[in-house]
T-cell receptor, first 115, second 114 residues
Framework: DTAVSQTPKYLVTQMGNDKSIKCEQNLGHDTMYWYKQDSKKFLKIMFSYNNKELIINETVPNRFSPKSPDKAHLNLHINSLELGDSAVYFC??????????????FGDGTRLSIL | GDSVTQMEGPVTLSEEAFLTINCTYTATGYPSLFWYVQYPGEGLQLLLKATKADDKGSNKGFEATYRKETTSFHLEKGSVQVSDSAVYFCALKDSGGSNYKLTFGKGTLLTVNP
């Protein structure tokens, strides 16, 4: 009954490869997000989708391409992985009803390590 | 733009000590304020929230009051436990067009020793 689930939990790969991280939420939320947490624990928004429409793209390299096939899923595809992409990536979801004051619910994160 | 500043850690306390983690913010609209907690190896969990001035959020013995005059949302707990050891994040969600994202502080690592 996990609310926001992302897979895989760990991802170890070589520089230059292409990889995807999947995210699914069963909360009925209309908005989903991707955040990046660096080695110093700093969290920064990457993307936000509302009803499958891209709302926020925070100066993320175009090697990162989010895909939202439906409101319950937001996947992240990364091309040509670089060493600096090593981080923990968190998916989150929320409801925008009520003026957008609802909290975001986070997945457990995907730890990406680039060799 | 929006920003959140919280006290740098790490913070180390003995069990039953009083905890304060300071958080101040700047925002263009009327933000909602949140504290999230991240236990080791886990994702973020909402700890408490406040959506308007003078609101007090509380949960698990933690409290924070939305102070518009000082643009602050300090987290407090009267008696910490070892199980409170985690990273605590202050965050804001602005109103209007930018309410699709959370802006986080840098996080404060709390370690509680028995």
């Amino acid at each position: 009954d996990t609310a926001v689930s992302q897979t895989p939990k760990y991802l170890v790969t070589q520089m230059g490869n292409d990889k995807s991280i999947k995210c699914e939420q069963n909360l009925g939320h209309d908005t989903m997000y991707w955040y990046k947490q660096d080695s110093k624990k700093f969290l920064k928004i990457m993307f936000s989708y509302n009803n499958k429409e891209l709302i926020i793209n925070e100066t993320v390299p175009n090697r990162f391409s989010p895909k939202s096939p439906d409101k319950a899923h937001l996947n992240l595809h990364i091309n040509s992985l670089e060493l600096g992409d090593s981080a923990v990536y968190f998916c989150a979801s929320s409801s925008q009803t009520g003026g957008g004051n609802q909290p975001q619910h986070f997945g457990d994160g995907t730890r990406l390590s680039i060799l | 733009g929006d920003s959140v500043t919280q006290m740098e850690g790490p913070v180390t306390l003995s069990e039953e000590a009083f905890l304060t983690i300071n958080c101040t913010y700047t925002a263009t609209g009327y933000p909602s304020l949140f504290w999230y907690v991240q236990y080791p190896g886990e994702g973020l969990q909402l700890l408490l929230k406040a959506t308007k001035a003078d609101d007090k959020g509380s949960n698990k013995g933690f409290e924070a009051t939305y102070r518009k005059e000082t643009t602050s949302f300090h987290l407090e707990k009267g008696s910490v436990q070892v199980s409170d050891s985690a990273v605590y994040f202050c965050a804001l969600k602005d109103s209007g067009g930018s309410n699709y994202k959370l802006t986080f502080g840098k996080g404060t690592l709390l370690t509680v020793n028995p």
